[in-house]
């Protein structure tokens, strides 16, 4: 008899666990630059039987992004902040129609590799319900899927911090119009110059060529006025970006 029970008690739990995955749905659209990522997330989290999540479209660039999210209307996007045509706060700003005033928004989720302040602030204040960074677990990450379609505010940690400093404070610093002159790609350049990364090596970390990088720090001088990695270092230390 006791047996008998065990194991009904395990049928039990694991029928309840089946159905509470059956009820809870999300519709996701994925928007990263980088396949190969996007791919990996897609096998992490994409099991709808098993975890919920479905993903209804993918994008690599803001263009891209904009036709898929207005297409689809997923619950929620979950969002890279540097991308080709204008960085994730491009899309949030040419969805903002989709993010409220209607039955079912459309919620974004910041899961990007940066966790700089700047970062963090700018697609905050362009309409995300939170930012995660990409050493997120799978299971993490489903479980702030679900917390951002249900209206929650998620936020890795250590970040939570800069969105606490930014508004909760009345002395929030203003914003840098130097810097919003830098698309979010010559930001991370930047930042990466700043604490001393050889081109080569940024080069491999953001899988870019040579040239590219530095395409990206002759516009990061031309817009800040400066004349070599020197005074850029001096600069990005100066607004605490490095």
């Not at 739990?13 to 659209?29: D, F, K, P």
């Not at 910041?110 to 997120?136: C, N, P, W």
């Given at each position: 008899?006791?047996?008998?029970?065990?194991?009904?008690?395990?049928?039990?739990?694991?029928?309840?666990?089946?159905?509470?995955?059956?009820?809870?749905?999300?519709?996701?659209?994925?928007?990263?630059?980088?396949?190969?990522?996007?791919?990996?997330?897609?096998?992490?989290?994409?099991?709808?039987?098993?975890?919920?999540?479905?993903?209804?479209?993918?994008?690599?660039?803001?263009?891209?992004?904009?036709?898929v999210i207005t297409a689809?209307?997923?619950?929620?996007?979950?969002?890279?902040?540097?991308?080709?045509?204008?960085?994730?706060?491009?899309?949030?700003?040419?969805?903002?129609?989709?993010?409220?005033?209607?039955?079912?928004?459309?919620?974004?989720?910041?899961?990007?590799?940066?966790?700089?302040?700047?970062?963090?602030?700018?697609?905050?204040?362009?309409?995300?319900?939170?930012?995660?960074?990409?050493?997120?677990?799978?299971?993490?990450?489903?479980?702030?899927?679900?917390?951002?379609?249900?209206?929650?505010?998620?936020?890795?940690?250590?970040?939570?911090?800069?969105?606490?400093?930014?508004?909760?404070?009345?002395?929030?610093?203003?914003?840098?119009?130097?810097?919003?002159?830098?698309?979010?790609?010559?930001?991370?350049?930047?930042?990466?110059?700043?604490?001393?990364?050889?081109?080569?090596?940024?080069?491999?970390?953001?899988?870019?060529?040579?040239?590219?990088?530095?395409?990206?720090?002759?516009?990061?001088?031309?817009?800040?006025?400066?004349?070599?990695?020197?005074?850029?270092?001096?600069?990005?230390?100066?607004?605490?970006?490095?």
């Amino acid at each position: 008899m006791g047996a008998g029970d065990g194991e009904g008690g395990e049928r039990m739990t694991t029928e309840q666990a089946a159905g509470e995955t059956a009820e809870r749905h999300v519709r996701v659209v994925l928007v990263d630059d980088h396949r190969m990522f996007r791919t990996g997330v897609q096998a992490e989290i994409g099991a709808t039987d098993r975890t919920g999540v479905e993903v209804v479209g993918e994008a690599a660039d803001v263009d891209q992004a904009v036709t898929v999210i207005t297409a689809t209307r997923p619950e929620v996007v979950l969002l890279d902040v540097h991308l080709p045509g204008g960085g994730g706060v491009e899309v949030l700003r040419r969805c903002a129609s989709l993010m409220g005033g209607q039955e079912s928004p459309v919620r974004f989720l910041a899961l990007s590799v940066s966790d700089a302040a700047e970062d963090v602030i700018g697609v905050i204040r362009g309409g995300a319900r939170g930012y995660v960074t990409k050493t997120i677990t799978g299971g993490d990450l489903v479980d702030a899927i679900f917390r951002i379609k249900d209206g929650d505010a998620v936020f890795s940690p250590r970040l939570a911090g800069f969105v606490l400093d930014a508004f909760a404070s009345t002395d929030a610093p203003p914003v840098d119009e130097d810097l919003d002159r830098l698309t979010q790609r010559e930001r991370e350049v930047l930042r990466l110059i700043a604490r001393g990364y050889a081109y080569k090596e940024i080069a491999k970390q953001l899988f870019i060529s040579v040239k590219t990088v530095e395409s990206h720090v002759s516009a990061v001088l031309r817009k800040l006025q400066l004349s070599n990695r020197h005074e850029l270092t001096r600069w990005a230390t100066a607004r605490r970006l490095v």
